[in-house]
Structure formats: structure tokens, C-alpha cells
């Protein structure tokens, strides 16, 4: 893989105030190099009724921002609202919706990421099912959630020399440490 062939999949904190957000977001994107935003608001989403709103308020702010400077914005975990934010995607973790139910929800044109942690196994499932991208990770050490697994670099060749499927490095990266990946 050529470096130019790799972009910034660029996650939410787990907890933000959307307003006070977007200004750093939006100098995030206008540096370039940005395919994709995912809303990640972990925190939010404990219980239903407040965080749905929660998301929505966030969506409704980020949405329009990320995708007036040609990046998707991907919602976490959710389907349902994916859809109905007009969201242009949404990612699953191996716990969440089945990608079926996701691929029904944001429709043939919605983009499906799925998480794979570091199964190459997961991500040839996930993408013989038509997933849009896989990730792998965590690659290091993160402060916003328990990582399941840990992945190693490798995966990334390896999975790259095997299928056209892209991936996303997730877990802990930074630009001090993103360079192996």
C-alpha cells in the first residue's frame, strides 16, 4: 500500500458538547486528509431516552460540517438513527446490530463499517457480507474504552495484500505513533 492510499478515520470523544466541538472539528477537517467522522458518544448512549437526544443534538451540529468538506459521517452503534439522521453510515461492533440489520437500515447507498478487533477472520466474514470497511484494533493504548483485543501492524499488510476492503486502524493512534500503521 502506498502512503498516499491512507486517510485519517477520525473518532469523537466519548462525551462532548457539540458546540464547543465543532470548532476543533472543523480545523480537523480543513487540514485535510479526512475520509471519515465516526460519532462515537459512548457516554450518551447509557440510556435510551437521553441519549438519543444526546446524539441527535450532536449529529445535527457535526453532520452538516463534516460532510461540506467531503468527509462521511459515520454514527456509532446505531442503525436506526444512522438512517434517520441522514447519517451517510454506520459502524458496528461485533455486539451491536447484525450487519444485515445495519445494511437494511442505512440502505444499499449507506456505508457499513464493522468492527474486527484482530481477526483477519471476522473482517473476510464481515467483508464477503458486503461490509463498505473493517477495522482493526486497538493498536495501542486507549483512555476511552477497554479494548477487547490488541492488534498488530501486520494485520494491516496482511489485510491489504489480500483484499480491497479498506481498514481502519483504531485504538489509541495518534500522529506520534500512527506511523507504523
Not at 43 to 62: I, K, P, Q, S, Y
Not at 152 to 169: D, G, M, R, Y
Request: hydrophobic residues 40%.
Amino acid at each position: 500500500m502506498k502512503d498516499t492510499d491512507c486517510r485519517l478515520y477520525l473518532i469523537t470523544p466519548p462525551a462532548l458538547e457539540a458546540e464547543t466541538f465543532a470548532p476543533v472539528l472543523v480545523s480537523a477537517l480543513d487540514a485535510g486528509g479526512v475520509a471519515a467522522v465516526q460519532l462515537r458518544l459512548k457516554g450518551a448512549l447509557c440510556t435510551e431516552e437521553m441519549g438519543d437526544g444526546a446524539v441527535r443534538r450532536a449529529a445535527n451540529v457535526l453532520r452538516p460540517l463534516v460532510q461540506e468538506r467531503g468527509a462521511a459521517f459515520i454514527l456509532n452503534d446505531r442503525p436506526d438513527l444512522a438512517a434517520e439522521l441522514e447519517c451517510d453510515g454506520v459502524h458496528i461492533g461485533q455486539e451491536d446490530a447484525s450487519y444485515e440489520e445495519a445494511r437494511r437500515l442505512v440502505g444499499p447507498q449507506g456505508i457499513v463499517g464493522v468492527t474486527c478487533h484482530n481477526s483477519r477472520h471476522l473482517a473476510m466474514e464481515a467483508a464477503e457480507k458486503g461490509a463498505d470497511y473493517v477495522s482493526f484494533g486497538a493498536f495501542f493504548p486507549t483512555r476511552t474504552k477497554q479494548p477487547k483485543s490488541r492488534a498488530e501492524p501486520e494485520i494491516l499488510e496482511i489485510w491489504s495484500q489480500t483484499t480491497t476492503v479498506p481498514a481502519a486502524a483504531i485504538g489509541g493512534v495518534t500522529p506520534g505513533n500512527s506511523q507504523p500503521l
